[in-house]
Structures are given as structure tokens and as C-alpha cells.
């Protein structure tokens, strides 16, 4: 289903979901509907929302007993699916650490074989409120995402502190990836992505959701495209859509100064 790519190009989906506190039935059906409408629209990336599996307050009403080391049953699955789809998949969900226990709030990257390449553990990660179940990571590593052989991965408020996007710089990291879950508002992004983008020299892909939350409402929050220290794209939505770009990999720019979307 992937389309094949004739100039050097990626076709980047946005999955800019409304998930449901700790429906992770209804969420993982939804994920998996919108993976394969974005590849049937010609996606070679595919990026998902912060914690898009469970919702972002999921704690108060499911727990986290659920939270396993990953691959789990269902990751796999969507590994297969990745596969099956030729596809590079940007999947937000919790994991425990199979040796400490701790609980993370991680992003992975599965490749187009099926196979799970690397993730990050969100670093600033809240120690109160809905995000005090996890543990905040202590490294930034660029992984593999075909075509590429080394992206950089932010969760949110990882943009918020500068060495994290210029540690993934100095690695060799040719692009940034997020996946957040940031309502606009008081506490919303205030050019952090930006200046990610300013400092590093390297383009970032801002995947946010949208919806109601029991904390926060997300239904003004965008998904973002920055580049030279300027937002290059803002996408937003009431209701989960899936958002596509096409991305010039020779001048690391926009091909199109457009998007399609396609509602859910």
C-alpha cells in the first residue's frame, strides 16, 4: 500500500487523535484505523500523539498495573502491521522496565519489516499530577527510521531544555521527531519547538492530539512543522484527523507549503 517514492521524499501522517482516558480498547482500535487510512493515503511515516494508547490522565481510571515491557501482544501485532503496510510507525505508549519496574513514558520507532528500532523515555517528565506514575529517562538516543539512519525523538516537554535536542545533534541526528500531548493555554508551547529547530539546525515533527481530557481540554492544540527556528505548519482539529505532509529530504524543507487531511 505504500506509495512508491519516484523523487527522494517522504510522505509524512500525522495522526492527530482524540483518545479516551483509559479506553485502551477503543484507543488501540483507533490507532490501528488510523495507520491504515494514512498508508492507504501514500504515508511512509506515521506518527502518533503522546501516550495515544491510554489518553494522557488514564491513571485515576484504569491504573497502571496494565503497563508492561514492550514489545507487548499488541505492539507486535502493529509490528506486523508495519510490515504489512511497508511503513515506519512513531507509537506512544507507556512500558515497564523489565529489570527496575520503573514506568516510562516512551515513544518507539518500528520499522518497515516489522521490527521495533529503537524508543525514548520521556526526560522531563512531570513528577506530580497526571504524569507522577512514570519515571523520567536519562538519555537521548538517535535511532534508525528509513530512509534515515539517525532520528532524534522528543516526547512534549523534552523540548523544553535545550541539551536534549542538541545532545541528539551532536550524535548525528538528521531529523527530530515529538509526540506530545500539549494543550495551548497558559502552560501551552511558547516556541520551544522553534528554538529546537533554531539551535540544532534540524527540522522537527510535531505530532499533538485532540480532545477533551479529564485535566486538560486539547481541542485547540496543534500539530506542528518547524524549521530554521519557524513554525512552518500548524495543524489542528476538534475531532481526530489524520494529517499528511510531503517532505523534501534534498532541501529539507516542505515540498508543499500545503496539507491534506482526513477526518476519522
Not at 537521548?140 to 530512509?147: F, G, Q, R
Not at 545533534?169 to 502552560?187: K, N, T
Not at 494529517?243 to 507549503?257: G, H, M, S, T, V
Request: charged share 20%; net charge neutral.
Amino acid at each position: 500500500m505504500m506509495r512508491t517514492m519516484a523523487t527522494p521524499s517522504l510522505r509524512i501522517a500525522f495522526l492527530h487523535l482524540a483518545p479516551i482516558p483509559g479506553d485502551l480498547v477503543g484507543n488501540r482500535r483507533l490507532i490501528e484505523t488510523a495507520v491504515m487510512q494514512a498508508a492507504q493515503a501514500g504515508a511512509n511515516w506515521i506518527l502518533t500523539p503522546e501516550l495515544a494508547v491510554c489518553g494522557y490522565s488514564f491513571v485515576d481510571r484504569i491504573g497502571t498495573d496494565w503497563i508492561v515491557p514492550q514489545p507487548d501482544e499488541w505492539m507486535t501485532q502493529m509490528g506486523r502491521l508495519a510490515a504489512r503496510l511497508r511503513i515506519t510507525l512513531f507509537l506512544s505508549q507507556p512500558e515497564r522496565d523489565l529489570r527496575t519496574k520503573q514506568l516510562h513514558n516512551s515513544l518507539f520507532v518500528i520499522t518497515p519489516d516489522g521490527r521495533l528500532s529503537g524508543a525514548h523515555r520521556k526526560i522531563n517528565s512531570l513528577r506530580v499530577g497526571s504524569e507522577s506514575w512514570s519515571t523520567p529517562g536519562t538519555e537521548a538516543i538517535p535511532v534508525a527510521a528509513a530512509p534515515l539512519d539517525k532520528v532524534g525523538l522528543l516526547i512534549c516537554a523534552d523540548a523544553y531544555s535545550p541539551g536534549i535536542a542538541d545532545s541528539l545533534r551532536r550524535q548525528g541526528a538528521r531529523m527530530l521527531v515529538s509526540a506530545a500531548a500539549w494543550a495551548p493555554g497558559f502552560h501551552g508551547p511558547n516556541g520551544e519547538w522553534e528554538r529546537c529547530t533554531r539551535d540544532t539546525g534540524l527540522p522537527l515533527f510535531v505530532c499533538n492530539r485532540t480532545g477533551p481530557d479529564l485535566t486538560m481540554d486539547f481541542t485547540k492544540a496543534e500539530s506542528v512543522v518547524a524549521k530554521d527556528g519557524d513554525r512552518r505548519l500548524s495543524m489542528s482539529a476538534a475531532r481526530s484527523t489524520i494529517f499528511l505532509i510531503e517532505w523534501d529530504l534534498l532541501r529539507q524543507d516542505l515540498a508543499a507549503p500545503s496539507y491534506q487531511r482526513i477526518e476519522l
